[in-house]
């Protein structure tokens, strides 16, 4: 089979403009490297808090091997607690203490959790941002998964709210309802 030249040019660049898209969106930085799967977990946390119904916040799993667990409620401040800690250690400022327990802050209802969640995140982005090639190996000391280094608690971040969106997903589907991340595929593979 012959390919005009014109045709030839045309399936080349099809094949290189992919590649190029592709390289546009790889990452740039040290805060980019971790801004895009933080990024991509807090929308996954976020949408599953977002679909738990309120009157749901106060569920715990109690069959099987439950006892003790956290309310739907709690791992929603946990997390938002514990973003606010790891990222308070990188900037060298004193963490909330007990997150583990849900931290100082008093938000209890779905609206409080959604706004304290949502304030975490936008405080976790913004600190993220500021990692960079000098910094990012600084040493970093305090109760949440220190000692470690600037971009070692930024990564521990992500697979904590990693961690617990895992979790929070299984307490929706003991609800009957399905996690927003997964709605878009056919009922098969949900």
Known sequence: MKFSKGLATMALAMAVLPT?????????????????????????????????????????????NFKGVRTFAEQVKHVACANFAFFDEIEGRTPPDHCEKGGPSPAKT????????????????????TVNAQNALSRVDGPYAGPNTRLGISVVAVWHITDHYGQIVEYLRMNGIVPPTTQQYPLAVR
Request: glycine residues 4%; aromatic residues 10%.
């Open 20 to 64: 190029a898209a592709q390289q546009e969106q790889i990452p740039t930085s040290i805060a980019s490297s971790v801004a895009q799967p933080f990024e991509m977990v807090q929308r996954d946390f976020l949408a599953v808090a977002e679909a738990m119904p309120e009157t749901k916040y106060s569920f715990a799993p109690t069959d099987g």
């Open 110 to 129: 779905k609206a409080e959790l959604l706004k304290y969640l949502r304030e975490s995140f936008v405080y976790g982005n913004r600190v993220l941002a």
